[in-house]
């Protein structure tokens, strides 16, 4: 029987654990240094940009697809499993656009989605008023609504993930820290985490941010960077709008996430580390990224602030995200890593990807 050992157990490595827990004759182990869904995961807002995307060929809009087809079919399987609800909102994503944007744009991808067989609606500014009367901006000139497109909670789908792929055999070592490898390329034989060495036949790299330390273990360095996101929750009370279609909604890179009893996620910030490669959480960016909601809803002025968080996003340097294939040099180790702003929405498609590098679909 294969071993596979998957490092991190965030949103990817516990799609991941879950996908391979379906293919007979593995030993699948996962390790994380944390609990699950602690890191970039935990601060994920779980909008799903699928359809709406501008990715329109090659592998990019192959993953979004996937993914976005896969959602379907995963959510009510890891219900079903685990006998727990996961938030998934199925109302789609209304984008909206803005003076400036070109509408022709919007056209074009319209007709190159229908050529694929999705979905997408242009709203004119009226018929964006009559359906969402919440959306009062004079900057506002129409929107984008895209139906097959979702959000979801990504921290209860990872801990759903983790529960299934148990259920199914899949051992989990939480608290754990992979620290070493021994290799002797192109393969690897054995990590040493802090729980004593591991063997195994596969080693699959989906430790985000810490991707990078462990691959220079390999001498085969991954450069995955960070980028903050901070994030707010509000408590309205009661929902914006037309409490019956509540999609997540989206203009100049802020989301309006909808989760539930009047309350709302607001984010995310974009900050990329200074000279000193840190990243001091700018205070003034999160109020700008609430006073643009605002400035989309005005209702929100009198939601009251419940929470803020913050996460780092895993972004590959000089190369596209995510990185998924072998580490260069090893046969037997595999990236699924760097998946920046879209880790929650690629994961499904990272996963069945992995599946194919160890189980090829024709043996
Ligand atoms: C504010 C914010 C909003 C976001 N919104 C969205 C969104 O709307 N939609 C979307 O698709 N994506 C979104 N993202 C991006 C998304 O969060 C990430 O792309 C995704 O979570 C990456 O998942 P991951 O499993 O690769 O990494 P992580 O969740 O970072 O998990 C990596 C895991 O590896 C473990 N690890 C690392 N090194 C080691 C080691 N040496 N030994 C053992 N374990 C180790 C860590 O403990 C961690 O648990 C957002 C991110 C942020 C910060």
């Known amino acids: 029987m294969s071993h596979v050992v998957i490092i991190g157990c965030g949103v990817v490595g516990a799609a991941i654990a879950y996908e391979l827990s379906q293919v007979k004759g593995l030993k699948i182990t996962v390790v994380d240094r944390q609990p699950p869904a602690q890191a970039s995961t935990g601060a994920a807002l779980g909008v799903l940009m699928g359809v709406i995307s501008q990715k329109i060929k090659g592998k990019a809009w192959q ?179 037309n409490p019956d279609f509540q999609p997540a909604i989206t203009g100049n890179d802020v989301h309006i996430v909808p989760v539930g009893d009047g309350d709302y996620w607001l984010g995310a910030t974009v900050e990329f580390p200074n000279d000193g490669n840190e990243i001091p959480p700018n205070q003034e960016l999160l109020d700008s990224v609430r006073q643009q909601a605002i400035a989309f809803c005005p209702d929100l002025a009198t939601a009251k602030i419940i929470r803020t968080w913050s996460g780092l996003r895993p972004r590959p340097e000089g190369r596209p995200a995510p990185v998924i294939g072998k580490l260069p040099g090893f046969d037997n180790v595999l990236l699924a890593t760097g998946h920046y702003r879209n880790g929650v929405l690629l994961a499904p498609a990272t996963a069945y990807a992995i599946r194919e590098m160890i189980i090829p679909i024709d043996s």
């Open 63 to 241: 993953m979004r697809q996937t993914s976005i087809q896969r959602y379907e079919t995963l959510i009510p399987e890891l219900e079903a499993i685990t006998n727990r609800k996961i938030p998934f909102n199925r109302q789609g994503i209304l984008s909206l656009c803005l003076e400036e944007e070109n509408i022709a744009d919007w056209e074009k991808l319209r007709e190159i989605r229908h050529s694929q067989g999705w979905q997408l609606e242009i709203w004119d500014k009226a018929k964006l008023q009559n359906i969402c009367p919440q959306i009062d901006n004079e900057k506002i000139t129409g929107a984008v609504y895209s139906p097959q497109d979702r959000q979801l909670d990504p921290t209860a789908l990872t801990l759903a993930l983790v529960e299934a792929a148990q259920h199914n055999g899949v051992t989990f070592k939480f608290g754990v820290a992979v620290l070493d490898a021994q290799t002797s390329p192109p393969f690897c034989s054995q990590l040493e985490t802090t729980a004593g060495k591991i063997s195994a036949d596969w080693f699959v790299v989906a430790a985000g941010l810490g991707s990078t330390p462990l691959t220079a273990q390999f001498k085969q360095m991954i450069d995955i960077r960070p980028v903050l996101g901070q994030a707010l929750q509000v408590h309205l009370g009661h929902s914006l709008g």
